[in-house]
């Protein structure tokens, strides 16, 4: 507990002088002003976030976090719960989606098992297991307060450990059958939000059953009555280890002035959870795509977010988020190779 607080006491607000001098120059760059969108305005929230009108990106890194869920036993998910065991090797092998565009945008992967149902013995899996997947919370809560608590400082150590190694750009990424079901839980509760009206198919839930999936994430609620106020307790009643990991994730970079790339479903569940503990997290946030879940969609609604893209991605895994990378790295380019119509000797 006393990691977590003293990682949200160096939350601070963004470096709005520095991003005063950024908009000046990008405003008075070789371009009609405005004329590259979104770039200006991220180029402007990088600045913010680092303190410096011309920071680096170059060193990336998506954290995947894996772990199993109790609320599998009610049938939400399509695909046998060992596959997040079978699957979660193949990260540290390159071989699964997000592995494939990290090598394409240059960036590490780092694989976390933080509560995957059985042992996984495989040499670059990072064993942090809190213990062997979450409870049923459609039965009770999905884990204790202190457990909770557990996941989200996984998380910041995880984060800190490559922040240390030089990380400035990090995205997070995730491994673990049912969690779609206990991340719209979060999003239910965090937003007051009827879990049948948002429900998805996630990996392929056939939609002839999404209403019994609606209908056990609604009856988790009505057990668990998370206080929607209060991240930890969401997060303990109806959430994930790996949605913790990745709150943690998020929060730790918030602190170390260090923009974070937001994926999916799953990770804008955990951006709720982190921005619950402290609202300052979202001003660090970068969100990468509009997911093809409409659950994905009303997350960044809550999270007053707008997504840089809409590829119909609903992989998860943190590959939207590494695809973002290179529009990320696109703005701090424009701000440093683009001349200013001064420097260009073009007078209007």
């Known amino acids: 507990m006393d990691l977590l607080k003293e990682t949200v006491k160096k939350i601070g607000l963004l470096d709005h002088r520095t ?40 060193k990336k890194v998506v954290i995947v976090m894996a772990a199993d869920h109790g609320v599998y036993h ?16 193949n990260f540290v092998k390159g071989v699964t989606g997000v592995c494939a565009f990290a090598k394409q945008t240059k960036s590490d992967v780092v694989v976390v098992d933080i509560g995957i149902a059985v042992d996984v013995d495989y040499s670059g899996v990072i064993n942090k297991k809190i213990r062997y997947g979450t409870d049923n919370m459609a039965k009770g809560p999905a884990m204790t307060r202190e457990e909770a608590v557990k996941s989200l400082e996984i998380g910041i150590e995880i984060a800190t450990e490559e922040i240390k190694k030089g990380k400035n750009l990090v995205a ?13 839980a979060i999003i239910s509760a965090i937003g007051g939000l009827d879990p049948m009206e948002i429900v998805g198919v996630g990996a392929g839930l056939p939609v002839e059953k999404l209403s019994h999936k609606g209908a056990v994430i609604k009856r988790a609620l009505e057990i668990n009555r998370p206080n929607p106020q209060d991240g930890v307790d969401v997060l303990a009643k109806v959430g994930g280890f790996e949605i913790g990991g990745m709150a943690g994730v998020m929060l730790a970079a918030a602190a170390n002035n260090i923009p974070i790339v937001v994926d999916g479903v799953i990770a804008t569940a955990a951006a709720l959870v982190a921005s619950k503990i402290e609202p300052k997290v979202k001003q660090y946030l970068i969100p990468s795509h509009s997911s093809a879940e409409k659950v994905g969609k009303q997350a960044l609604e809550l999270l007053g ?17 590494v695809l973002a990378f290179n529009f990320v790295e696109a703005a701090t380019y424009m701000v440093k190779e683009m001349i200013t119509l001064e420097e260009s000797g073009i007078i209007l």
């Open 74 to 89: 009610e049938g939400v998910a399509p695909n046998p719960q060992i596959i997040t065991a079978i699957q979660t090797p």
């Open 172 to 184: 997070t990424g995730e491994m673990g059958i049912s969690n779609t079901t206990a991340s719209t």
């Open 305 to 321: 977010l707008e997504p840089l893209f809409d590829l119909g991605l609903r992989l998860g895994e943190g590959s939207g988020a």
């Open 19 to 58: 991003m005063e001098v950024a908009k000046e120059r990008i405003d008075a760059l070789v371009k009609p002003p405005g004329s590259l969108g979104r770039l200006e305005e991220l180029a402007i929230q990088l600045s913010g976030i680092t303190g410096e009108l011309y920071p680096n990106v170059d």
